[in-house]
C-alpha cells in the first residue's frame, strides 16, 4: 500500500464528517491557523490543527457526539503515524 501524505489521511477522515466540503474545509484550517501550504503539513502539525478543527466543528454543528467522534477519529491518526 503506498504511503499517502498526512493532508490527504486528514481529508480522507473529514470526508466521512463532511463530505465533499472536506477538503475545502480542511485547506481553509491549514492555511488560516496554520500558515502553511496542506502539503507542507506534518506530524508536529496535527495536534494544533486538531484544535482549530474541534473549535471550528463546534460552531457549524450541534451534534456534539459526532464532534468527538470525528476528534478522536484524527487523534487515532496522531497515534497510527507514529509507528
Known amino acids: 500500500?503506498?504511503?499517502?501524505?498526512?493532508?490527504?489521511?486528514v481529508v480522507t477522515i473529514t470526508y466521512d464528517y463532511l463530505g465533499p466540503a472536506a477538503?475545502?474545509?480542511?485547506?481553509?484550517q491549514i492555511r488560516n491557523h496554520l500558515?502553511?501550504?496542506p502539503s507542507r503539513l506534518r506530524q508536529e502539525d496535527l495536534r494544533q490543527l486538531?484544535?482549530?478543527i474541534r473549535?471550528?466543528?463546534r460552531l457549524i454543528s450541534?451534534?456534539?457526539k459526532v464532534v468527538e467522534h470525528y476528534i478522536t477519529d484524527l487523534e487515532n491518526l496522531t497515534r497510527s503515524r507514529r509507528r
Open 62 to 64: 450541534n451534534d456534539a
Open 35 to 37: 500558515s502553511k501550504d
Open 23 to 28: 477538503d475545502r474545509f480542511v485547506v481553509r
Open 50 to 52: 486538531i484544535d482549530w
Open 55 to 57: 473549535l471550528a466543528m
Open 1 to 9: 500500500m503506498a504511503k499517502t501524505n498526512l493532508y490527504d489521511e
